[in-house]
């Protein structure tokens, strides 16, 4: 069964700094990868999602994530963090077409000083 | 006007007790899931269900069970109640997907339970 790692579990920035979240997967074969962003008191949201073609994918609020299929990552990143994206990020992982069910990391909570 | 509604929002309950979560959407998506969130561990598919006569045990279900009534609704059950079910349980809707296309999840509020 494929797992999904989140291995920073509570990141600290001051406003402006720059972001970077790690995600990695385990599965060998084709994959469908999703960051969800969790406001304080509120569901989850799609940031992004990779399905195929350009690596590089933009999502909304300024934010971006890397597939890197040699390194199972696809990791989350922003140039400049506002005090608003504190929450919580997650990121999943899909490997059964058509049939939707998503694998979840433990998530990071990022907490933006201003 | 939300798409994914849940109910209720909070619930505070006893141990042994019967409690059942609702799930409505009006996204007209045929595919349904249940999660619960635990601090640390994430979100955890507790059970799915493709279509109304397509129930399917997620990794978590021991001590759930569902009912999909309706294309629009999906209800998460706990015959019997104890602590340790103590979670952030959501509800979660999404379309068939194409291939690998298009399969986003769209997610409720959630509902805050508490099992003492």
């Known amino acids: 069964a494929q797992s999904v790692s989140q291995h920073n579990h509570h990141v600290i920035l001051s406003e402006a700094a720059s972001l970077e979240l790690g995600c990695n997967y385990s599965?060998?074969?084709?994959?469908?990868l999703f960051w969800y962003v969790q406001y304080p008191g509120q569901h989850l949201q799609l940031l992004l999602k990779?399905?195929?073609?350009?690596?590089l994918v933009k999502g909304i609020k300024g934010f971006e994530a890397e597939f890197i299929k040699s390194k199972f990552s696809f990791n989350l990143r922003k140039p400049s963090v506002q005090w608003s994206d504190t929450a919580e990020y997650f990121c999943?992982?899909?490997?059964?077409?058509?049939?939707?069910?998503?694998?979840f990391g433990t998530g990071t909570r990022l907490t933006i000083i201003p | 006007d939300a798409d994914v509604t849940q109910t209720p929002r909070n619930r505070i309950t006893k141990t042994g007790k019967r409690i059942m979560l609702e799930c409505s959407q009006t996204?007209?998506?045929?595919?349904m899931y249940w999660y619960r969130q635990d601090p640390g561990l994430g979100l955890r598919l507790i059970y799915y269900?493709?279509?109304?006569?397509?129930?399917n045990k997620g990794e978590i279900s021991d001590g759930y069970s569902v009912s999909r009534q309706a294309q629009a609704k999906f209800s998460l059950s706990l015959e019997s109640a104890i602590p340790n079910q103590t979670a952030l349980y959501f509800c979660?809707?999404?379309?068939?997907?194409?291939?690998?296309?298009?399969?986003?999840?769209?997610f409720g509020p959630g509902t805050r339970l508490t099992v003492l």
């Open positions: 996204k007209g998506h045929d595919r």
């Open positions: 269900s493709f279509d109304v006569k397509d129930i």
């Open positions: 599965y060998g074969g084709t994959v469908n």
């Open positions: 990779y399905f195929s073609g350009d690596p």
């Open positions: 999943a992982v899909n490997t059964n077409f058509g049939n939707e069910k998503l694998t």
């Open positions: 979660a809707t999404s379309e068939p997907g194409q291939g690998a296309r298009d399969n986003e999840q769209f």
